[in-house]
């Protein structure tokens, strides 16, 4: 699962710098991947993980975050590794502007289901 991790933030990364943990001070914008429940029946059979993925952007308006989410989704949609043998399928995706008028964040909850054995 790991290296799974490692491989889809790289991959992100091709759209703005993407994190596991916010280093203090980060510049926006950025996005952020907070893995969630991992299911599995059985032993042999696939796993499904739930990532939340984050885009968090403080540009003013929604010109920026758009762009942003759109090429997100079409990475997502042509995600294709040679060592990845599953699927990605964006399960739910909104829009808010937080408190502080300043700072938009789009949330994406992506449903990763591995054939088999996942990365350990």
């Known amino acids: 699962m790991r290296e799974f991790l490692i491989m889809l933030r790289k991959s992100l990364s091709e759209v703005c710098p993407t994190f596991l943990q916010i280093p203090s001070q980060t510049p926006y914008p950025y996005i952020t991947i907070s893995p969630g429940r991992s299911l599995q029946g059985l032993p042999w059979g696939p796993r499904v993980l739930l990532l939340t993925i984050k885009i968090w952007s403080q540009y003013t308006g929604t010109q920026e975050i758009l762009r942003l989410t ?3 989704e079409n990475l997502i949609q042509e995600y294709n590794f040679r060592p990845f043998e599953g699927s990605l399928k964006i399960v739910e995706s909104g829009l808010i502007l937080l408190k502080d008028k300043q700072t938009r964040v ?6 990763v289901r591995f054939q088999g054995r996942p990365y350990e």
């Open 106 to 111: 789009h949330t994406f909850l992506l449903k």
């Open 70 to 72: 759109k090429e997100l």
